[in-house]
């Protein structure tokens, strides 16, 4: 079982800037890919990146893309997601999940609770 514990979410203005985080538990954080996905109320679950166990190759939405920013560091068990320009159609629930070998590229074996972001203006 590997639990996952996000953090960092908060209220911003428009056009500002906030970095949520994502712990894990277990000593095979790296192994894991790691993705984002944000949920706002009335929508779906939409994805918006991943990071492979290596952290070399990135995937992003095309929302996230040249805004936001997925990054990890394996000897802190945690995975990161920047985000600036953010507007208010970024604000949502952001979960983070793991995908665990062997990878599905789209799916996910654990999921974290979640951490709200707010975007006024």
């Known amino acids: 079982q590997v639990q996952l514990v996000e953090s960092g979410g908060g209220s911003v203005q428009a056009g500002g800037s906030l970095r949520v985080s994502c712990a894990a538990s277990g000593r095979t954080f790296s192994r894991y890919a790691m993705g984002w996905f944000r949920q706002a109320p009335g929508k779906e679950r939409e994805f918006v990146a991943r990071?492979?166990?290596?952290?070399?190759?990135?995937y992003y939405s095309d929302s996230a893309k040249g805004r936001f920013t997925i990054s990890r560091d394996n000897a802190k068990n945690t995975v990161y997601l920047q985000m600036n320009s953010l507007n208010p159609e970024d604000t949502a629930v952001y979960y983070c999940?793991?995908?665990?070998?062997?990878?599905?590229?789209?799916?996910?074996?654990?999921w974290g609770q979640g951490t709200q972001v707010t975007v006024s203006s």
């Open positions: 999940a793991a995908d665990t070998p062997p990878y599905g590229l789209d799916s996910y074996d654990y």
């Open positions: 990071i492979a166990s290596s952290g070399v190759s990135k």
